[in-house]
Nanobody, 121 residues
């Protein structure tokens, strides 16, 4: 069973940076697409960024040029470097494993607890 443990969130001022980490248990890590999602209060969960096993990436338009997704297969960890943060980035951030590239809404694993990111203005 795949387990996801997110960390690295916190409170930061607008314009600041945070680096999120997600450790993925199980043997699926190196063969799979990995992604970060977020859910703001009162809104649906949305894709933030995704990365293939070969390193190809996809970003939501709202974060392009500010966020960078990366992965370390040796550590079973996926990262999200977030720069130039804005108040609208405030959300709970989750990682997961999309089953198919381009289809983000039904990922492979159960959701973890996520990590809260709060950006103050």
């Amino acid at each position: 069973q795949v387990q996801l443990v997110e960390s690295g969130g916190g409170l930061v001022q607008a314009g600041g940076s945070l680096r999120l980490s997600c450790v993925v248990s199980g043997s699926v890590f190196s063969r799979n697409i990995l992604a970060w999602y977020r859910q703001a209060p009162g809104k649906q969960r949305e894709l933030v960024a995704a990365i293939t096993s070969g390193g190809s990436t996809n970003y939501a338009d709202s974060v392009k040029g500010r966020f960078t997704i990366s992965r370390d297969n040796a550590k079973n960890t996926v990262y999200l470097q977030m720069n130039s943060l804005k108040p609208e980035d405030t959300a709970v951030y989750y990682c997961n494993l999309p089953r198919i590239w381009g289809t983000w809404d039904k990922p492979f694993a159960s959701w973890g607890q996520g990590t809260q990111v709060t950006v103050s203005s």
